[in-house]
């Protein structure tokens, strides 16, 4: 009935390159030979089986029967009084005496394509037992005709679908949060769709790094930060503009990171122009910011390459909010910071050739610090005026940005 030489490589092919068990692939071919026979040769309530040998190829058929008595079932000549209740679910009690305690509860009805008496199974098998299931065998057909090939042919593709859904969801949801690379796909819309092996990889728009341009076959690395398993499919949901693929590259790179000697406080970012990052050491004798720049800054510089040339201000995190503040500002120098703990603002006075590099660029150092360290930060000059200020969220409340230097 069957190419053993293709099924078999199918077989293999599925189970190497898409992590599919063979079992369950002969299980999803047996079920939809199984419906193909049913649907063409069967009567309405059969429970038919299929068993496929894959050393001859051929397929045997055969029906199950349960094995019941009268306190298992019920009979037509039961049914007089049950018409009425038809909505009833057909619910088998715990014990017999149920019904009768109850009323509403109905046990199944007796059907002689699925069930099988107690007395007459006992014909067939001596030591036959309630519930025991018995296999008929049943006459091999080969002629299922194009309706029934083709329901079998769809019950497979789903069963197959249904395998790799799940073998996929297993894979990737292990590495979910981590690095993974791939190669375009397409692009549509503006987002991305990455070629990732096994599996398709959007990259929307909004998590792409601002100026990147991409073509189709180029390799590219992501952070794969949400697996979506949905009934349509699995999505799996990419960003190169997430605060943890810019932690993720950076434990690539830094020993200190990857083991957890360095370990990082906090990021602030806009994707493609500007991050800052905070990190602290778990051990006194570790630099935590010169573990991430490396010698000769060749770290830091390895990331910024990958991020397209996006600037990196590393500093160190400190439990103190005036010194994290402080840090934060970088690369200005402060006069002075006022913490005001209820309404969870630093007023930062800063020298007036200090004013341009604590705002930054369009205001962008006092949102990345302010978004940083989770206080508003409220820029003022030597002489008491409000230079510019920012909250929390790293959104700016009032702007008087002066023209930046170049940094």
Do not use: C
Not at 21 to 46: D, N
Not at 132 to 141: A, W
Request: glycine letters at 8%; a negative charge; charged letters at 30%.
């Amino acid at each position: 009935m069957f190419d053993l030489k293709v099924i078999n490589s199918v077989l293999g092919e599925l189970e190497e390159e898409r992590g599919i068990p063979r079992g369950k692939v002969i299980g999803a071919i047996e079920a939809a030979l199984a419906t193909a026979y049913k649907k063409e040769y069967g009567k309405h309530g059969q429970d038919i089986r299929a068993k496929l040998d894959l050393d001859t190829g051929t397929t045997e058929f055969s029906q199950i029967k349960t094995v019941v008595d009268e306190s298992t079932v019920r009979f037509e000549d039961e049914d007089t009084d049950d018409e009425a209740k038809t909505s009833q679910s057909d619910v088998r009690p715990t014990h017999p005496e149920d019904a009768s305690k109850e009323g509403e509860v109905l046990l199944p009805r007796f059907d002689p394509e699925k069930h099988i008496l107690l007395a007459d199974a006992k014909f067939i098998k001596k030591d036959a037992q309630l519930d025991e299931e018995l296999v008929f065998p049943l006459e091999n057909k080969d002629d299922y005709g194009r309706i029934a090939a083709q329901t079998a042919k769809q019950v497979i593709i789903q069963k197959i679908r249904e395998a790799e859904k799940i073998s996929v969801v297993a894979e990737f949801g292990k590495r979910q949060g981590e690095i993974v690379s791939g190669t375009v796909q397409r692009i549509e819309r503006g987002n991305l769709y990455i070629d990732l092996g096994r599996a398709t990889g959007i990259l929307p728009y909004e998590e792409q790094i601002r100026g990147e341009r991409y073509r189709q076959g180029e390799r590219i690395r992501a952070l794969l930060y949400e697996v979506e398993d949905s009934p349509r499919g699995v999505y799996l949901r990419l960003s190169r503009a997430h605060g943890e693929f810019l932690a993720k590259l950076f434990a690539m790179e830094a020993p200190e990171v990857a083991g957890g000697v360095v370990v990082v406080k906090g990021i602030a970012r806009e994707a493609g122009s500007r991050s800052k990052i905070a990190v602290a050491s778990t051990d006194p004798h570790v630099d935590p910011v010169g573990s991430m720049v490396g010698q000769r800054g060749v770290r830091v510089s390895t990331v910024t390459s990958e991020l397209g040339g996006e600037k990196i201000d590393i500093i160190e995190w400190s439990a103190d909010p005036k010194e994290y503040i402080e840090e934060a500002l970088s690369p200005a120098h402060t006069v002075a910071v006022e913490i005001d703990e209820d309404a969870h603002l630093a007023t930062v006075t800063v020298a007036e050739d200090q004013q341009s590099l604590a705002i930054g660029r369009g205001g962008q150092n006092v949102r990345l610090a302010a978004k940083l360290t989770g206080w508003s930060i409220d820029i003022k000059g030597t002489r008491g005026e409000n230079v510019a200020e920012a909250d929390e969220n790293g959104e700016m409340i009032e702007s008087e940005v002066s023209p930046a230097p170049q940094e």
